[in-house]
């Protein structure tokens, strides 16, 4: 039984959250337990920023301008949870390293890439993988090898558009229904697309009720 009853039963995004490990490989990553969704996306895709707004906790993920900055899976829990023993949170959020970023040094590149994908291959906990995709520019092929990545490996996953706000509405419609288009006959997509605005808030409360009834919690 969790040590505080009454946070348990708190709503999930209604309580503050708390980074609790960044794991630069396999072999540090916290004892499975409860369950997991993850955030994947090219870098610079606005990642960190919207986790950031779904928690309520501006410096909770660290943002940069830089891309290829996060190069860990960093994880996230509500508070009050340790990540460790008897004492499980109800579930996790992962911030995972972006991918498709060329300037980086290869052996960089190389070194994140296999975590991420070592990672989604391997987890058992990991209930969903939440792809994010800059609206400004879509699908772009390093997302498509991902989402292949994803179908062999059976891994649930459902596309968000980011930054919705940097383009105009009628080209959100647009883009929703040419990307739900393009991912309908993929097995492991979700086939429902959502849009977001980390800046403006858009989005967010459809992003946090999709999460919960991705593992079972009430918001």
Do not use: C
Request: aromatic share 8%.
């Amino acid at each position: 039984m969790p040590a505080d009853r009454n946070m348990d039963e708190k709503p999930l995004f209604g309580r503050p959250w708390i980074f609790i490990r960044g794991v630069p490989s396999m072999k540090f990553l916290p004892p499975e337990g409860p369950l997991e969704v993850a955030f994947a996306g090219r870098s610079n895709v606005g990642k960190s920023s919207l986790i950031n707004a779904l928690v309520g906790h501006k410096g909770l993920a660290r943002t940069s301008n830089t891309p290829g900055r996060t190069q860990e899976l960093n994880y996230f829990v509500p508070e009050g949870y340790s990540g460790e023993g008897l004492d499980l949170p109800p579930m996790a959020l992962v911030d995972m390293p972006g991918y498709g970023y060329a300037q980086a040094p290869k052996e960089h590149v190389d070194a994140w890439t296999k975590l991420v994908f070592d990672y989604l291959r391997g987890r058992a906990t990991l209930k969903r993988v939440y792809v994010l995709i800059d609206s400004r520019h879509g699908l772009k092929k390093n997302d498509e090898e991902v989402l292949d990545l994803l179908d062999k490996a059976a891994v649930s996953y459902q596309i968000v558009l980011t930054k919705t706000d940097k383009i105009k509405e009628p080209a959100v419609d647009k883009l929703i229904a040419e990307t739900t288009e393009k991912i309908r006959k993929r097995p492991a997509a979700y086939p429902f697309v959502l849009s977001t605005s980390s800046e403006k808030g858009k989005g967010l409360d459809e992003l946090r009720q999709a999460i919960a009834e991705t593992i079972g919690q009430s918001l």
